[in-house]
């Protein structure tokens, strides 16, 4: 079955502890992102990766890293939590960015509490 | 700079009737793809359609369909006789292949659909 999973789904943890959102997908996919959900704000990208060891920055990568060492894998990084990070996180993959010939797959989100 | 408006925050329908929640971009390529999304109640982001710049042809799946017009910058998207199960949060989205990689979503529209 194709997916794109997420983990961990769920997490409160302490401002500066180091923290790793990790999203895997099955479908050879060269091209995946990571977005945050916050309320009125919509979806806002993080960074993205269009193919191992390529990855740059979205429109908030602030406090955020990433590395795609592996197609499939690509982990979010928050090295110094803060409060401010406190949002839902989607990870997404596709064939390409804009999805041709293809779906785009999201996990299904982890909701991240920074206290 | 690429930028995506959903006036609409909320709507409210009841059952069987038609919806359109409209979506307006902004972008000075020529070149480019929008995107619709659902995301439920239980959170999860569902892909719905894709359109490239080059087709204007509108779509139609079922009870949902999306109305395109370059004329305007808009990408409507139309729900004919809702149903409760149509209720969520509906994002539109838009692509650029010179800026390849990055999304930018609106901030999203609620529906609400009550039986």
């Known amino acids: 079955e194709a997916q794109v999973t997420q983990n961990p789904r769920y997490l409160i943890t302490v401002t500066g502890k180091k923290l790793t959102v990790t999203c895997s997908q099955n479908m050879n996919h060269e091209y995946m992102s990571w977005y945050r959900q916050d309320p009125g704000l919509g979806l806002r990208q993080i960074y993205y990766s269009m193919n191992v060891e390529v990855t740059d920055k979205g429109d908030v990568p602030e406090g955020y890293k990433v590395s795609r060492k592996e197609k499939r894998n690509f982990p979010l990084i928050l090295e110094s939590p803060s409060p401010n990070q406190t949002s839902l996180y989607f990870c997404a993959s596709s064939l390409s960015p804009t999805g041709s010939g293809n779906t785009i797959y999201f996990g299904e989100g982890s909701w991240l509490t920074v206290v | 700079a690429q930028k995506v408006t959903q006036a609409q925050t909320e709507i409210s329908v009841v059952e069987k009737e038609d919806v359109t929640l409209d979506c307006v971009y902004e972008?000075?390529?020529?070149?480019?793809?929008l995107f619709w999304y659902k995301q439920p109640p239980s959170g999860e982001l569902v892909f719905l359609i894709r359109r490239n710049s080059f087709d204007e042809q509108n779509e139609i799946s079922g009870r949902y369909s999306w109305n395109f017009q370059k004329s305007t910058s808009s990408f409507n998207f139309t729900i004919t006789a809702s149903q409760v199960v149509d209720s969520a949060v509906y994002f539109c989205?838009?692509?650029?292949?010179?800026?390849?990689?990055?999304?930018?979503f609106g901030d999203g529209t609620t529906l609400t659909v009550k039986p």
């Open positions: 972008t000075r390529d020529t070149t480019y793809y």
């Open positions: 989205a838009l692509i650029e292949p010179t800026n390849a990689g990055k999304s930018t």
